[in-house]
T-cell receptor
Framework: DTEVTQTPKHLVMGMTNKKSLKCEQH?????MYWYKQKAKKPPELMFV???????INESVPSRFSPECPNSSLLNLHLHALQPEDSALYLC????????????FGPGTRLTVL | AQSVTQLDSQVPVFEEAPVELRCNYS??????LFWYVQYPNQGLQLLLK??????LVKGINGFEAEFNKSQTSFHLRKPSVHISDTAEYFC?????????????FGQGTILTVHP
């Protein structure tokens, strides 16, 4: 299994909703990442987990809450989002936190109304 | 810290023509570089990578790139493009320093292949 999966593929939520994005990989990678990508822009790093511990938080607002329950799973909990949070959310993983290649999932297209 | 610059925001080309997408990097430490492709409404797919060794790197879908240390470049090339190569391409490298695990991306190049 050489892929990263993400669910759901699309998500529409209101500003008062609570929802979660899920990411899974079975490549034995010990580093996992959340990115946010706006249209026509490169991905922006949000969070990095290494060995299930939060390693990097790029000053992301607290309405985004990451969680890494085990080495294969990564969640992003969403609460009280704003319309400007609408974007493609990408999950990625890499063998270790060594700056080597990252493998990306297909993304979740989030729309906040 | 390393930075990556993609010199062209858009590259239009006709089918079966050759193409070059340009990427320059700046780094004072050992370098590794990647090219990713993103098709509409999809995630990023790794096209090829330079970690060490041979400076000519071959990737998927007939793409190749050459790591040039003297010119600090890592340009992506394909000798004959197809309509299906229409996508956005990102050059990326490690941010370096204490930003372990952080990739820095170029701004992207949209390749449009016309029939």
């Amino acid at each position: 299994d050489t892929e990263v999966t993400q669910t759901p593929k699309h998500l529409v939520m209101g500003m008062t909703n609570k929802k979660s994005l899920k990411c899974e990989q079975h490549m034995g990678h010990r580093a996992m990442y959340w990115y946010k990508q706006k249209a026509k822009k490169p991905p922006e790093l949000m969070f990095v987990y290494s060995y299930e511990k939060l390693s990097i938080n790029e000053s992301v607002p607290s309405r985004f809450s990451p969680e890494c329950p085990n080495s294969s799973l990564l969640n992003l909990h969403l609460h009280a989002l704003q319309p400007e949070d609408s974007a493609l959310y990408l999950c990625a993983s890499s063998h270790l936190l060594t700056g080597r290649e990252q493998f990306f999932g297909p993304g979740t297209r989030l729309t906040v109304l | 810290a390393q930075s990556v610059t993609q010199l062209d925001s858009q590259v239009p080309v006709f089918e079966e023509a050759p193409v070059e997408l340009r990427c320059n990097y700046s780094s004072s430490v050992s370098v590794y570089l990647f090219w990713y492709v993103q098709y509409p409404n999809q995630g990023l797919q790794l096209l090829l990578k330079y970690l060490s060794g041979s400076t000519l790197v071959k990737g998927i879908n007939g793409f190749e790139a050459e790591f040039n240390k003297s010119q600090t470049s890592f340009h992506l090339r394909k000798p004959s493009v197809h309509i299906s190569d229409t996508a956005e391409y990102f050059c990326a490298g490690p941010a370096g320093g204490t930003s372990y695990g952080k990739l820095t991306f170029g701004q992207g190049t949209i390749l449009t292949v016309h029939p």
